[in-house]
């Protein structure tokens, strides 16, 4: 790494100790920006480096509610409104048990980079809590996402911050948040989250985007090698919603889709993840991927444990959660006949398993450029409710493919002229970055 960015990296991990997430995304993004840094001076000058590690706002508040037994619980609240220099803050809510700062900070800065990527007018910021949605009732979710939006709402606005969903966040949680929202402050401010049900302002196309757009960036990859998804064997990680879309996705392109995982296990099914089969278990059902096993019959196999990364593939779509792909399973998957990887989730790759990929020759597609359809498709939404307006499925999902296209160009052409060409992590970390920090120089010292 550059010694100048060695220095701010020290800074980093003495003022925030103990977030090794937020680390290893600085760390990540450091390394790629030493040629930067030569070609554009004003950007050490300026602090810029260091003002960007630091968010312009980090919210912890405590979050009361009762479950169906009567007996009142506790949990956390966190929203880091990491940077706002292209636009109002924007990135999801994240309910899960894992979520702490550092986890937040991680994805908060990832999404300033993402954000950018994508060309809207939208900065960067995360949020979300270490409630466990899993096992909850409705009404008990409802009463969380209630006390959850009671203190949020003050910090939250279509002009100022705009949460939408991440991993534990869907629909229902969603509608309970806007409904709060509503609630409290007597309007019917639409902007003001994404990821809403297409009947009260939501965008079509947004459920599907941030898998169909993992799956679109790996086909423009594909083509940069002559050629296409087309007759490809693809292991996903997760049943979730980017997994799930991005399995139905990637066999519209013509893909084999044979392994998906959730927290318990792993399914094969040689003939085809049947896509509508998963939805049904997994998202009408909340059941687990075994399920899937028992019904579909003899011909699919479920392993209880273990690694989706053993099962052969020449495509991987990592789209569960953060570190899901080690060293070790990197050198697996590679031995394996892999050809491209694209992540679907924000940095399941070690930056060990990434050094793998990319000695052997391996496409890949760091989720900051990969995963961008999400939030690409969270900001249309946000014009159409800007704008009174809902728009067809196929007019969004067009409008969802030429941003993919323009950031893997965008990231292709970049990587080109800062002498790293075919290295997307390099060329997503630099266009990002750059874009960022002209309209921070430009804005004065903020």
């Known amino acids: 790494m550059d010694t100048r960015l060695e220095a701010i990296r020290e800074q980093v991990l003495a ?29 050490v000058d300026a602090n810029v480096l ?34 706002s220099a292209l636009g109002p803050y924007k990135g999801g809510l994240r309910f899960h048990p894992s979520v702490y700062l550092g986890i937040v900070k991680f994805l908060g800065f990832e999404q300033i980079f ?15 809590s270490d409630f466990d949605p899993r096992g909850k009732s409705d009404r008990e979710v409802m009463r969380f996402c209630q006390s959850f939006m009671t203190e949020l709402y003050r910090h939250i606005g279509e002009y100022t911050d705009v ?28 902007g003001v989250l994404t990821g809403k049900g297409v009947g009260w302002g939501g965008s079509l196309v947004r459920p599907e985007a941030t898998g169909f757009g993992t799956v679109m ?42 392994a998906c995982s959730d927290s318990s296990g792993y399914i094969v099914d040689e003939n085809g993840i049947d896509v509508s089969l998963l939805r049904q278990i997994k998202e009408k059902e909340r059941g687990r991927l075994k399920e899937y096993a028992v019904r579909r019959g003899a011909s699919v196999s479920y392993v209880e444990g273990g690694s989706v990364w053993d099962v052969n593939a020449s495509v991987a779509l990592p789209c569960a959660t ?7 399973a990197a050198t697996g998957m590679v031995k394996n006949g892999l050809v491209a ?56 999902e067009a409008r969802l493919a030429n941003i993919m296209v323009g950031i893997h160009n965008r990231c292709a052409e970049t990587a080109e002229t800062y002498g790293s060409p075919g290295n997307y992590v390099v060329g997503a970390n630099i266009a990002g970055f750059v874009k960022v920090a002209d309209a921070m120089l430009a804005q004065g010292l903020i």
């Open 15 to 43: 003022r925030n100790p103990g977030e090794k997430e937020f680390h290893q995304a600085v760390l990540e993004v450091f390394e790629s920006l030493g040629p930067v840094l030569d070609k554009h001076p004003e950007f």
């Open 50 to 83: 260091q003002r960007l590690c630091e968010p312009e706002r980090q919210i912890i508040f405590r979050v009361p509610w009762m479950d169906d037994a009567g007996n009142v619980q506790i949990n956390r609240g966190f929203r880091v409104e990491f940077n």
């Open 114 to 128: 993402k954000n950018a990527l994508t060309g809207m007018p939208i900065g960067g910021g995360k949020g979300g």
């Open 163 to 190: 949460p939408a969903g991440d991993i534990g966040v869907g629909g229902r949680e969603i509608g309970y948040l806007f409904g709060q929202y509503k609630r409290i402050t007597n309007r019917y401010e639409s």
């Open 217 to 258: 960036f790996t086909q423009e990859m594909l083509k940069t090698r002559g050629t296409s998804l087309d007759g490809q064997r693809v292991v996903v990680s997760g049943s979730g919603n980017v997994a799930t879309f991005a399995i139905a996705k990637a066999q519209q392109f013509g893909a084999k889709v044979v």
């Open 322 to 328: 953060q570190n899901e792909i080690n060293t070790e």
């Open 341 to 396: 990887v694209a992540e679907g989730a924000n940095m399941p790759s070690t930056s060990g398993a990434i050094a793998v990929f990319q000695e052997a020759g391996i496409l890949f597609a760091p989720g900051k450029a990969a995963n961008a359809g999400g939030v690409a498709t969270s900001a249309l939404e946000m014009q159409q409710n800007a704008s009174r307006d809902a728009w067809t499925f196929e007019h969004t």
